[in-house]
C-alpha cells in the first residue's frame, strides 16, 4: 500500500462549488505540505503543517483553506473553486527527524474547474 | 528568499547519450538540495539530496549530482541515458523557516529520449 495517498485521484467541478481533497499518510511523519503543479510554473506550496496544532501560509494560499484533522491527515478545501485554480495538485509529508526535512509525495488529484 | 532556476524546459537526447540537466540555486546559506523525477501520471520520487560533505551525490537510477558553490549550480547527470529515463525533473532547494524546511522548486526540465 501507498505510504501516502490522495483522494479523489480526479475531480471535475463547477465554478462556484466548494470542494475537500484528502490526503492521508502511512509513513507516522509530523510535516505535511499542499502544493499544486502547472505547467511551466513547477511546483508551488499552498499550506504546510509542522504538527497538528501549526498550519502556515504558502506562497499561493489564497482561495483555499486546509485542515490537519490528525497527523495522518490533511485536508485542502476550495471554499469556491474558479477556473484557475485546474491543476494538479500534491500532498507531500516529511520526518521531523531527518535532518533534510526529504518529502514524500502522493500521487496528485487532478481537479479540473469549468 | 531562496529560488531555483532550471533554465532548459525540454531536453531531447538519444538513448545511451549522456545527459545533463542544469540547475542553479539562489540561498543565503548552505542549501539543502534535492532533484526529484516525474514520470507521466505519477507523483514525484526523490533521485538524490545533498546537504554537506562530499559534493558529488550519488542517487537512484544511476544519476549522479555535484554541487559546486562557487556557481551556485547543482547539475544533474547521468552517462547513459535509457528510454524510461523520460519524465519531467525538478530541482529543488530546502531552507530552514520556523520550525523545519520548506523546498522551494524549480520548473522542471522534460526530458524526451529518442530510441
Known amino acids: 500500500d501507498a505510504d501516502v495517498t490522495q483522494t479523489p485521484r480526479n475531480r471535475i467541478t463547477k465554478t462556484g462549488k466548494r470542494i475537500m481533497l484528502e490526503c492521508s499518510q502511512t509513513k507516522g511523519h509530523d510535516r505535511m505540505y499542499w502544493y499544486r503543479q502547472d505547467p511551466g510554473l513547477g511546483l508551488r506550496l499552498i499550506y504546510y503543517?509542522?504538527?497538528?496544532?501549526?498550519?502556515n501560509k504558502g506562497e499561493i494560499s489564497d482561495g483555499y483553506s486546509v485542515s490537519r484533522q490528525a497527523q495522518a491527515k490533511f485536508s485542502l478545501s476550495l471554499e469556491s473553486a474558479i477556473p484557475n485554480q485546474t491543476a494538479l495538485y500534491f500532498c507531500a509529508t516529511s520526518d521531523k527527524e531527518d535532518w533534510s526535512d526529504e518529502q514524500y509525495f502522493g500521487p496528485g488529484t487532478r481537479l479540473t474547474v469549468t | 528568499a531562496q529560488s531555483v532556476t532550471q533554465p532548459d524546459i525540454h531536453i531531447t537526447v538519444s538513448e545511451g547519450a549522456s545527459l545533463e540537466l542544469r540547475c542553479n540555486y539562489s540561498y543565503g546559506a548552505t542549501p539543502y538540495l534535492f532533484w526529484y523525477v516525474q514520470s507521466p501520471g505519477q507523483g514525484l520520487q526523490l533521485l538524490l539530496k545533498y546537504f554537506s560533505g562530499d559534493t558529488l551525490v550519488q542517487g537512484i537510477k544511476g544519476f549522479e549530482a555535484e554541487f559546486k558553490r562557487s556557481q551556485s549550480s547543482f547539475n544533474l547527470r547521468k552517462p547513459s541515458v535509457h528510454w524510461s529515463d523520460a519524465a519531467e525533473y525538478f530541482c529543488?532547494?530546502?531552507?530552514?523557516?520556523?520550525?523545519?524546511?520548506?523546498?522551494?522548486f524549480g520548473t522542471g526540465t522534460q526530458l524526451k529520449v529518442e530510441l
Open positions: 503543517s509542522f504538527d497538528v496544532k501549526d498550519i
Open positions: 529543488a532547494v530546502g531552507g530552514f523557516t520556523g520550525g523545519g524546511n520548506k523546498l522551494t
